[in-house]
Each structure stands twice: as structure tokens, then as C-alpha cells.
């Protein structure tokens, strides 16, 4: 009983160390596909901050332009956030860790006319200097 119990604690302690932490700088870029279907690409960035199981951060399009990730959840895998832009528009984007500095995913939102658009986001964390 007593090298199953250890067995075990070791396990959860290997699970607790190798969990990923996201914090970094990320840039990358985002595919877009116009409602008229024209392609667009055009960089992208995430900085972020994890303390225990909560991420913070910011991210844009440009490193001038930096909005605060609202709504943050990150499950070990998925990261999910909403960023308010600068007119108010809401841009919602679904992530996952594809390995450990790398994400995959996409950003949703709503034109002024109704029209909805996703644009593909792949991020890969810097190196850290």
C-alpha cells in the first residue's frame, strides 16, 4: 500500500511541475478572411502573465497598440479571452497550446453591419532573454 500511495504522489507531483505556464511575450500573426474573400495577414501579439492556474495580459496588432485579455481562462491547454477594441467592438479568441511555445487558434468578432469574421492566430512564445 505504501509504494502505491508514493507511486501516486510522485505522479501528481511530475503532472504539477511539467504543467505549461504561459507567461511570455507571443507574437505571430493573423490570418483573416474578409466577408468578400480576400485574404489578409497581419501581425499579432500576446503578453502574458501566469501566477498559479490565473493568466493575465494584453495584446494587439501592432506593439504600439496593447488592450488588456478580459475574461481570461486557461485549462492547462486551452486559452480563451475577449479584448474590448478601441470602438468598442468585442473580439473574442479561442487558443490552444499546440506544444509548449506555441499557439493555435482563432479570433472571432462582428463587423458594424452584422457580418461575423474569424481570423486564424498562430503565436509563438520568444525566447526569453
Do not use: C
Request: glycine content about 10%; aromatic content about 6%; proline content about 3%.
Amino acid at each position: 500500500m505504501k509504494l502505491s500511495l508514493a507511486f501516486f504522489l510522485t505522479i501528481l507531483l511530475v503532472s504539477f511541475a511539467s504543467a505549461a505556464d504561459l507567461t511570455g511575450h507571443w507574437p505571430g500573426q493573423a490570418e483573416l478572411t474578409a466577408p468578400d474573400g480576400t485574404q489578409h495577414s497581419q501581425g499579432a501579439f500576446l503578453d502574458l502573465k501566469q501566477e498559479g492556474t490565473k493568466v493575465t495580459g494584453s495584446g494587439g496588432t501592432e506593439q504600439g497598440e496593447s488592450l488588456p485579455l478580459e475574461d481570461v481562462q486557461f485549462d492547462g491547454k486551452n486559452l480563451t479571452f475577449k479584448v474590448t477594441g478601441p470602438d468598442g467592438r468585442i473580439y473574442k479568441s479561442s487558443l490552444a497550446l499546440v506544444s509548449s511555445d506555441q499557439l493555435e487558434g482563432k479570433l472571432e468578432f462582428t463587423m458594424e453591419d452584422g457580418t461575423a469574421v474569424a481570423a486564424k492566430l498562430m503565436l509563438k512564445r520568444e525566447a526569453a532573454k
